[in-house]
């Protein structure tokens, strides 16, 4: 048995967008249904009347811990308008959480903009810095007692998402495909555009700045969730893996030097060579998404995070698998957590695991692929928990995870 240390959170994550339903201010909303291809989030799963339901559902599996977003393009729906009746919505759902004694974790941004702020011109526009900044000072108004304060999710994926804006203009006027940055279902998955550097600064700066924003109004330990990529490296590789590991997560790690936390999300791993990132081989085993079936790329994620932030305390915010297939998700899951607890008893300093999902969900263009502890019936709004939801809350109750492989 892996014995995890008392208080470590166990929980299940979700975003807004994908959840919700009907954010009909965001940005991404705005171009869903222009490319071919892209389903639209539509009511998602209603989860925005919804949420008590889902958090009871989360706290009676025997899981303490809920991480789920506030909506920026809610709350500020016009340049500097607030909307009071928004920021009571969110309350009422830390609340909530409290009521059910879960623990809630909140994310600020979640890829997505209010479509004003991407009219703008976004993230790279002058001022963009200071009007996130506006917003998490109203947010901030609702956080009081919220423990766990995330700024920005995965900014690597969102400088690529910045730069496959390009792309999705094109898509839109050649008649192509939407692309997903996360999902791909025919076959092995193209080379993803990579982050810009550049905007992944912006990104640092802005999470530097509401960061201390967040510490000055809250009592929360605030940090960033960063998507690890678990790169390994083929002969010859080295260096070329060295130059991605920056542009994919180092610039983001090392920008979380001096932070409370720092969630790791992690799903498969991947081979680099000399050339660059190989492109996942076609494979019976892999994902819903196109991903190789890699439980053990938590363990490299957490072991690369830990050296590059100088121990920075872990959560692991996101951790799941798409499959249709329950019992490979256990297994998965299973698996994941017994790398985790490898890495801790190697000294590294983690704080909890948080499943992607809690919900199947709206996977950012895509409803095929299945990531969540519970089904969502997408007319009915029904959720029918999954035998992995009770799994993982029995880990849970039991604060600890059989080792059923050998070291
Ligand atoms: O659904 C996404 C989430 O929004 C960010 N991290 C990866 C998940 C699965 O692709």
Redesign the pocket.
Known sequence: MTDFPPGFLWGAST?PH?IEGNNLNSDFWANEGRVPGMERSGDACDSYHRYREDMQLLADAGLNTYRFGIEWARIEPEPGLISRAELAHYRRMIDTAYELGITPFVTLH??TNPRWFAEQGGWTAPGAIDRFRSYVEAATGILDGVEWVATM??PN?LAMMTGMAVFMQQAQENGEGWQSP?VDTDGPRPALPAPSPEIGRIFVEAHHAVRDIVRERTGAKVGWTV?NRAFETRPGGEEKRRELEYIWEDLYLEGSRGDDFVGV?S?SAQWVNADGIEPYPAHPDNTL?GTAYRPDALGIAVRHTAEVTGGVPIVVT?NGIATHDDTRRIAYTGEALRHLGLAMADGIDVRGYLH??LLDNY??GHWEPT?GLIEVDRETFVRTPKPSLGWLGSVARENAQALTASR
């Open positions: 975003a994908q979640h890829f999710n995965e994926m996360t998507a999300q799903y998404v996101e992607w999902s996977e950012w990531f």
